[in-house]
Each structure stands twice: as C-alpha cells, then as structure tokens.
C-alpha cells in the first residue's frame, strides 16, 4: 500500500510560478521512477515530467524550458517547479510513482490554475 500526498496547487496569474510537491509513503521497496501528469476537462491525461532513479528526466515539449522536475530519494520526495505559467497549463496535476515492478500509484490530484 503506498499513499502519495500533493502540495502546492493553487491559482496563479500567467507568467507567474508554483511549485508542486508529492511525498510518497508506505509499502515502498523501489522507485523506479516518479513523475507528474496532468489532466483539463475534456482532455486526455498527459506527461509533463519524469525522473527515473538514476536522474534522467523526461518532459512535456509543452513545458520543457519552464518547468523543472527534481527529487529527493532520502524522503521519497518528487517535486514540479513551473515557471512562466500559462492558462494552457491550467489542469489537475497528479503525482505517479513507477516502483519497477508492473505496479504503479497515483495521487488524488491537486488543481492548478493560471488566470488573470
């Protein structure tokens, strides 16, 4: 059993920043990779980034340059810095775990919303 918990969305005007944050807790016996998705109604869920155990990071071309993914292995800790926010990212954002067994874990979603 392992439980993901969200921070850090809110409302935020263009252009300005938020910063996300997902702490895993329980069952856990490998990271293979953390990451954050997001969904806007009517959408598909999407990528936005990754990073697998050994650093490497994989991103949204619609985010690469204004949003960085990073982690903190001692507190199973995974955290989205976005910068230079758009209305188009607008979306609830969830926090995904990949222990690198088949299984995998999502958090309840934490909406973020740019508007003037």
């Known amino acids: 059993q392992v439980h993901l918990v969200e921070s850090g969305g809110g409302l935020v005007q263009p252009g300005g920043s938020l910063r996300l944050s997902c702490a895993a807790s329980?069952?856990?016996?490998?990271?293979?990779?953390l990451g954050w998705y997001r969904q806007a109604p009517g959408k598909q869920r999407e990528l936005v980034a990754t990073?697998?155990?050994?650093?490497?990071?994989n991103y949204a071309d619609s985010v690469k340059g204004r949003f960085t993914i990073s982690r903190d292995n001692a507190k199973n800790t995974v955290r989205l810095q976005m910068n230079s926010l758009k209305p188009e990212d607008t979306a609830g954002y969830y926090c995904?775990?990949?222990?690198?067994?088949?299984?995998?874990?999502w958090g309840q979603g934490t909406q973020v919303t740019v508007s003037s």
């Open positions: 995904h775990l990949e222990p690198g067994w088949g299984s995998e874990y």
């Open positions: 329980g069952n856990i016996f490998s990271i293979y990779a």
């Open positions: 990073i697998t155990n050994d650093g490497s990071t």
